[in-house]
């Protein structure tokens, strides 16, 4: 069973997306904030990511920023999660080194292909 690491301050949030994810049929590490996220991931290796940009601690960019300079962690797909979609927000994300990008209110089917578009590569 493939592991997804979400990493999301909001416990609303955080329980939705396990329940959802749960049922697409992957196991989910939960994480509250950047620090968490950080140590849930070297302590699993999951498959993949969803990130909240902003979270205490360590936001998004401070994680995915980790992630890349770790040479086991170099291709891990990451995906955003952004509450408050602006403008360029997407490109920012990927320019930062995310896979890929979902706003919040995240719509299912659109996180789901992207969960397995990255998961199949």
Same mark, same amino acid.
């Given at each position: 069973m493939k592991k997804i690491v979400i990493?999301? $301050?909001s416990a609303a949030g955080r329980e939705l997306l396990r329940e959802l994810i749960e049922s697409w049929g992957y196991e989910v590490i939960e +994480?509250? $904030?950047g620090r968490e +996220? &950080? =140590?849930? *991931?070297?302590e699993t290796v999951p498959d993949l990511v969803l990130c909240d940009i902003q979270m205490p601690e360590q936001d998004g960019y +401070?994680? *995915?920023?980790? &992630?890349?300079?770790d040479p086991r962690f170099t291709k891990l797909p990451v995906i955003a999660l952004t509450a408050f979609a602006m403008r360029g927000d997407k490109e920012k994300t990927l320019a930062a080194g995310f896979d890929g990008h979902q706003s919040k209110p995240? =719509?299912?089917e659109s996180l789901k292909a992207e969960i397995e578009r990255l998961l199949v590569r």
């Open positions: 990493a999301e $301050d +994480a509250t $904030d +996220a &950080l =140590e849930r *991931i070297i +401070a994680v *995915i920023q980790s &992630l890349r300079q995240v =719509e299912f």
